[in-house]
């Protein structure tokens, strides 16, 4: 007897109607996204359907996910999408969310951007459009991440997560604020503060990642009910930020001011000109 794969019945589900109905057989290299054995594949550019998620539900899938801070934040809501009511929930279950392990420890552990920010990236810029607000979430989830005390640690999230108190006091110690959307400044930020190494960070990270998915989903909520985030003040970089970009400009600089595309805080690293 011969058995099929999920993608292949998924395949002939949408591409063949029944013979009873006098529909015509087509092949499955009339569908544009799947290749000539049947299963389907994402195409570039390609957008797929969001669908209200539970946010501690995605949180805890996060936590209980390895791989690293990517990883966790892109499986847990791409899994979650994927047995959600969306139209497309049979297509975020194809996507190989092990791809994302790449981004963990700021990329490969180079300290750069984190890992729960590339996997927010990554995983907006498959979503169809949110009533316009696809960018807003990115600006305001990176802004979340650079302002807040991570990682969240009230009784009823790290219950919530499938956590324990005892591993906040002993393993986390205390949340800290990254001022910055790079891991490299997160990390030390909280090691200053908690007075842990980078080497002792798995707990604190991984609740970093559970902190981040289940906001994520509470912003792409809020976007699908139609509120507009854009016009919130914590979706903008900071007064600061925006004062630089009065010089350094997109279009236009002051004087031999460089040109500069960005809405990262700018004063974690650039604190004056003559420094």
């Known amino acids: 007897m011969m058995t099929i794969n999920r993608r292949q019945a998924l395949t002939q589900i949408i591409g063949i109607s029944t013979a009873a109905a006098g529909a015509t057989l087509m092949g499955t290299s009339a569908f544009a996204a799947t290749d000539e054995a049947g299963n389907y594949k994402l195409e570039l550019g ?8 539970d946010a501690m539900a995605t949180a805890k899938v996060a936590y209980e996910t390895g791989g690293g ?3 966790q934040v892109f499986h847990s809501m791409v899994h979650m999408l994927s047995l959600s009511d969306s139209a497309d929930a049979a297509k975020f279950a194809s996507i190989p969310t092990a791809l994302a392990g790449y981004g963990a420890a700021g990329i490969a552990g180079q300290g750069t951007v984190c890992g729960n920010n590339n996997a927010t990236g990554m995983l907006v810029n498959i979503l169809g459009d949110i009533n316009g607000q696809n960018s807003a ?9 650079e302002n807040t005390e991570l990682p969240l640690s009230s009784d009823e999230f790290v ?7 005892e591993k906040t006091k002993d393993e986390v110690v205390t949340s800290s604020v990254a001022n910055s959307i790079l891991c490299h400044s997160s990390i030390s930020n909280w090691s200053r503060a908690s007075g842990r190494t980078f080497a002792q960070k798995g707990e604190r990270c991984k609740r970093l990642s559970a902190s981040i998915a289940y906001h994520l989903v509470e912003l792409l909520n809020r976007a ?3 509120e507009d985030l854009s016009a919130l003040p914590e979706s903008k970089p900071s007064e600061e930020a925006q004062a630089c970009k009065s010089c350094h400009g997109v279009d236009a600089t002051m ?6 595309k960005a809405d ?3 004063t974690t690293c650039h604190t004056g000109h003559f420094n």
Do not use: N, W
Not at 138 to 145: A, C, D, E, V, W
């Open 46 to 53: 390609e957008k797929l359907k969001y669908f209200p998620l």
């Open 69 to 71: 801070c990517m990883h």
């Open 137 to 145: 979430v990115i600006g305001s989830l990176f802004r979340y991440y």
């Open 159 to 165: 219950a919530g997560i499938g956590s324990t108190a």
């Open 224 to 226: 699908y009910a139609g």
């Open 255 to 260: 004087g031999s001011g460089a040109s500069v």
């Open 264 to 266: 990262m805080e700018c």
